[in-house]
């Protein structure tokens, strides 16, 4: 490595919570992710309502996804040749301004969906600069020592946001409308901009001029280390097919097990979410409050065999009450439970494989490896949909999930039996 290349720019603390640089990294986060789950939100209710069109909607996310997906891997890239604390800044001010502006427009009476577009397309765009950026700057700011319980409050940003977001974000709409939404989230952005400001980081990556290639060329040679890295890349392409085989289990099947078998309204349907989100906060705290382990292979394994038992239950209470042998009660609350260990385990699974990653990557190559993986779980993710809802219209739902549940547990006996994966 070369010796201008430095790894950490912690100062020494004896807690986390004293930690201010990685305080107000977490802030930052979270006060912008609740902005956005609030945005989100609002802007599916505001598409449906002005075309009256579910097609419509779908193409608007799918449009943000797939934008994301294509700058992803650049980003990561950017993400290590640039201060990575100022492309978290800007990014947050260019999203928050560019909010600001659509929301002054429609304030002006001109609303049209195609400021939506343009804002979905900046935002992505931003997205796939900033995240590969906050998650390669944890480990430059935060002690080895630290790194478990960073990550898993890093991850539970998530969680809180969605809780928080879309209760917060439902009673805003309702009464304040899309226009407040739209300010409301450029001032979240740009909250979050100032408070990363205030992060203490100096940019240590030096490279020469023979390493300033092409991108294209940089995202290979990342390819080719993670491939060298039997272990890491075995669980990048596992995380790949997972997300494709679970996408289309809760994005497809289960709004359709609610809607059309169960026929329950959207806010227990709602219950899901919000409960998967708790359970990923529980499972944050679970894996913070233990000894830190060199290896994540037991994690891995016991969350895929949780996986395995609460997705074939899902079929089962379905059956059950397919056959009248359960109340819709009963599998509301089945579900509910089984939604909140699946969050529980995933933060398992989730947030030790986050920690392997950025203490076995260089720091050179951490931006773009983090891209690079994000960039191939979100490319499953639109894949699964489509996939899941064709399969949807031509099969019975209990034998998909069913099938999913079969799927998953042959990827769990095979990661058993894996022998580079039990060295990671």
Known sequence: MDNNMELKTTTTTNSLYKNKNFILLFLGKLVSQVGDVIYNMAIGWYILTITQSAIQMSFYMAFGTIVYVLCGPFGGVIADRLNRKWLMVWMDIIR?????????IMFLGIESIWLLYIASFVLSICGAIFVPSSNALVPNIVEQEHLTKANSMAGSVNSISNIVGLVVGGVLYAFLGIKFIFILNSVSYILSGISEIFIEYKHNIVMNHQERRHFVRELVDTYKYLKSERGLFIIMWLGTLFNFILVPLFAVFMPYIYNQILKTSALEYSYVGAAESIGFIIGAIIISSLPQRDKVSGYLKIGMVAFSLLIFNIYLFMNFYIKNVIPIRGVIISFTVISLLLGT????????????????????????????????????????????????DLFPMNILVFSIAIIVAILTVYIFFQRDLAQV
């Open 345 to 392: 385990f995933s933060s398992i699974i989730n947030i030790p494989l986050g920690v392997l990653i950025q203490r076995k990557i260089p720091n050179e190559l951490l931006g773009k490896a983090s891209s690079l993986l994000n960039t191939l779980l979100m490319a499953a993710m639109p894949i699964g949909m489509v996939v899941g809802g064709t399969l949807a």
């Open 96 to 104: 928050g301004v560019t909010v600001a502006i659509i929301g002054l």
